[in-house]
């Protein structure tokens, strides 16, 4: 799972219980695919949704 724009990966860590015990776990970015127009073609990219709201933000201005 990584975002085919931005490189953003899975973040590693730790879920903390009120008594402090550590177990691990995994944070993953929010991956959708969506088109996004390359060079004037579209292309289906793998997107986190940051990217995918920064692609609609720079269309609207555009």
């Not at 944070?27 to 289906?44: D, L």
Request: proline share 3%; net charge positive.
């Amino acid at each position: 799972m990584k975002c085919e724009m931005c490189g953003k990966t899975p973040t590693y860590g730790h879920n903390v219980s009120h008594s402090k015990r550590r177990t691990n776990r995994v944070w993953m970015p929010n991956i959708h695919s969506a088109k996004v127009t390359v060079n004037g073609a579209e292309v289906r990219m793998k997107l986190c949704t940051r990217c995918i709201r920064s692609q609609a933000k720079l269309a609207k201005t555009a």
